[in-house]
């Protein structure tokens, strides 16, 4: 079974910056594509960002372009996501996702049926 375990979440002020990881473990492949979700309290999961690991292409949702980039550090098997800039609005359960295959085309990047795998998520909170 593949296991995915974020860390970084924590409190922050606006403005602010956090670092999360996501560390996969278990029978995974490391070119599979990883992205990051988030879910706000009575919203519904939103992409957020994602990563081929095959060529780095990287793709992000309208609302963290600019302020958001995604990582990846083969040998760790771990993806990053470095969120600068943070809002009120980005508060929310940030979970990690591995896709079950190498190749996919770009617009399945955003789509949660393309991850089949889950962490658990850890809470970002952005302080007004």
């Known amino acids: 079974q593949v296991q995915l375990v974020e860390s970084g979440g924590g409190l922050v002020q606006a403005g602010g910056s956090l670092r999360l990881s996501c560390a996969a473990s278990?029978?995974?492949?490391?070119?599979?594509?990883m992205g990051w979700f988030r879910q706000a309290p009575g919203k519904e999961r939103e992409f957020v960002a994602a990563?081929?690991?095959?060529?780095?292409?990287?793709y992000y949702a309208n609302s963290v372009k600019g302020r958001f980039t995604i990582s990846r550090d083969n040998a760790k098997n771990t993806v990053y996501l470095q969120m600068n800039s943070l809002k009120p609005e980005d508060t929310a359960v940030y979970t990690c996702?591995?896709?079950?295959?190498?190749?996919?085309?770009?617009?399945?990047?955003?789509?949660?049926?393309?991850?089949?795998?889950w962490g658990q998520g850890t809470q970002v909170t952005v302080s007004s």
């Open positions: 278990g029978r995974t492949f490391s070119t599979y594509p």
């Open positions: 990563i081929s690991w095959t060529n780095g292409l990287t």
């Open positions: 996702a591995a896709a079950g295959r190498t190749y996919y085309s770009s617009t399945s990047y955003y789509k949660q049926e393309t991850y089949d795998y």
